[in-house]
């Protein structure tokens, strides 16, 4: 995703693959499902710079492709194949460390998209640009599951400071992005345009339709007519969001096995300004690497000095968190 300037016009944003390529193995015990640790090799993520592999220019695209899906629909064309042959055979266990990530932010993700009306598909979006990871860093400074840069961020009202990355909070960089999609899906009436916007910019999508589309939106189709105009990463970021959903909507019958992960659920605390994570993780028993999941927007582990701040917590866990503070409130305060 890119930057906006004053006039509303996008910037070239994180074009570099990124830095966070995990490879671990997924943690035990259930706890540390979603810790750091659980970040997938840059295959499949890394589509920003690096070499990639377009579909061969002679490659012919039906003139009207087949519409298997309803909310977002999903046209299945030879772009389209391509990545849903990668995906279940050179990229496979890539992939399947994606669909068990999935159900981590799944249910925050889908819940927000069927409140805003949205299509709940648009999950998979935040699959391609993070891998569902909030630690994300592309080359280019686009931060978190959504891949914000800071520009956009401030914009849609995320907090980026020394203390606060919200681009790295689950629940507030979801927001910012659908409010982001929304916003281009009002000036597009498409979603696969909107989606291309997220990804290029809605400057590059706009010039792409004035010269090639007489500036025609509204319908889905129009993004297969310009996508031979948009930027190279552009033109796979549709085929493979289409090709992502079809598989994950119907993984086991196409012989993917995924194991249940433990969602992103918890409880709030208020704590003083300068509280380290490391103390509430001794408070409650817990090592800190499960706090610094449940927050990963404190970037030093820290709640920012002089104001107090909500400190996520396992469910159940807060009246732990009360009372160790009630005890010990004036040794924690301190940024050491």
């Known amino acids: 995703m890119d930057s906006i300037d004053s006039r509303g016009s996008r910037t070239r944003g994180h074009r570099g ?3 966070d390529a995990w ?4 943690l035990r015990p259930r706890w540390a499902r979603w810790m750091p640790l659980m970040l997938v090799p840059a295959l499949w993520i890394g589509t920003r710079g690096g070499a990639r592999q377009e579909a061969p220019p002679s490659m012919p695209l039906p003139e009207a492709p087949q519409v298997v899906g309803t909310e977002l629909p999903l046209h299945v064309n030879a772009r389209v194949e391509k990545w849903l042959r990668r995906f279940a055979t050179t990229q496979r266990a890539e992939f399947q460390t994606l669909l068990e990530r999935e159900g981590i932010y799944s249910g925050m993700i889908r819940g927000k998209l069927r409140a805003r009306g949205m299509p709940e598909e648009l999950l998979y979006m935040a699959m391609m640009e993070s891998g569902l990871s909030p630690w994300a860093r592309s080359s280019a400074s686009a931060v978190g599951l959504w891949q914000f840069m800071s520009p956009t961020a401030v914009q849609y009202g995320l907090r980026v400071d020394a203390w606060v990355d919200e681009r790295r909070d689950p629940v507030r960089a979801t927001d910012a992005a659908l409010d982001y999609l929304q916003a281009l899906y009002r000036r597009y009436g ?7 916007a997220y990804n290029a910019g809605p400057s590059r999508v ?3 339709l004035i010269r090639h589309a007489h500036g025609r939106t509204g319908d889905e189709e129009l993004y297969w007519d310009v996508i031979d105009y948009l930027p190279r990463e552009t033109r796979e970021y549709v085929p493979r969001l289409v090709a992502a959903t079809l598989l994950a909507t119907d993984a086991e019958a196409r012989g993917f096995r995924v194991q249940p992960t433990d969602p992103y659920r918890y409880d709030v605390v208020w704590v003083p300004g ?4 490391w103390r509430i993780a001794r408070a409650l028993d817990v090592p800190p ?10 970037i030093r582990g820290v709640t920012p000095p002089g104001e107090t701040y909500g400190v996520r917590v396992p469910v159940g866990r807060s009246p732990q968190v009360v009372a160790a503070l009630g005890r ?5 305060r301190s940024v050491d």
């Open 289 to 298: 690497s499960l706090l610094r999941g449940l927050n990963p927007q404190l």
């Open 328 to 332: 010990h409130a004036a040794r924690w």
């Open 190 to 196: 498409s979603w696969y345009l909107a989606a291309a």
């Open 17 to 19: 693959r990124l830095e």
């Open 206 to 208: 706009s010039r792409a």
């Open 23 to 26: 490879s671990a193995p997924l």
């Open 274 to 277: 300068g509280t380290p994570l």
